[in-house]
């Protein structure tokens, strides 16, 4: 089937500028993951998404990230007033759920990642 | 922070020959899992190891797991030059109520190269 998809694959951008960055999940997951990869700080996690339940932001660097899950299955991460420490690719994952997740049960999906540049 | 760093950074070995790749982690764990990901794009996941294995096989992969020394490893047999790639191990930890706290945190990898 469909795995998660991500847009736009690459992104080009200046300083100071909002950049969007989207998933797709896979149908029926419930557990939703944004995370960033970088040459200085490798891969790092940003927030996760579980059903309706509130957000878990503890991984963004700063108030100038946000993500947001609408209907439960589509997410936009927005990065507002982009800094150069922002280039990074930013991926995306899902699994059916964090209980069967903790158990062993299941794992994170990965999608392909979208590549920020930010001039 | 890392939780995890892969040991050594770089292996460049002949096909044919095994790979070997260490993991080291610091907190306690729920899982451990091994990804790969090509040319700094998606990550595959690999294998899952709980935390109360001690050895899990798959295909020509092997995972070990010492959570007393806190470290993994990831055997590849039988190497081929299509298994190049950076591995990386992820660890869940363990939540204050004892679960997991769902959040993978990886290890900078391990750079594999298989020459033909």
């Known amino acids: 089937g469909a795995g998660v998809s991500q847009s736009p694959s690459n992104k080009v951008t200046e300083k100071g500028k909002d950049v969007e960055l989207r998933c797709d999940p896979i149908s029926g997951h419930t557990a939703l993951y944004w995370y960033r990869q970088s040459l200085g700080q490798g891969l790092e996690f940003l927030i996760y998404?579980?059903?309706?339940?509130?957000?878990?932001k503890s991984g963004l660097p700063s108030d100038r990230f946000s993500a947001e899950r609408t209907g439960g299955s589509v997410s936009t991460l927005t990065i507002q007033r982009t800094q150069q420490e922002d280039s990074a690719v930013y991926l995306c994952?899902?699994?059916?759920?964090?209980?069967?997740?903790?158990?062993?049960?299941?794992?994170?999906?990965f999608g392909p990642g979208t590549r920020l540049t930010v001039l | 922070s890392q939780q995890g760093e892969e040991d050594p950074q770089a292996l460049s070995i002949q096909e044919g020959e095994n790979a070997t790749m260490n993991c080291s982690y610091k907190t306690s764990i729920n899982n451990l899992q091994w990804y790969r990901q090509n040319s700094g794009r998606g990550l595959v996941h690999l294998i899952l190891i709980r935390s109360n294995e001690r050895e899990k096989h798959s295909g020509r992969l092997r995972v070990t797991l010492d959570t007393s020394k806190k470290s993994s490893s990831l055997l590849i047999t039988a190497s081929r030059a299509a298994d190049t790639a950076s591995y990386f191990c992820a660890t869940d930890a363990r939540g204050d109520s004892g679960g997991s706290n769902y959040k993978l945190t990886f290890g900078k990898g391990t750079l594999l190269t298989v020459n033909p």
């Open positions: 994952a899902s699994s059916l759920d964090i209980v069967r997740l903790a158990r062993g049960a299941d794992t994170q999906y």
């Open positions: 998404f579980q059903g309706n339940s509130a957000p878990d």
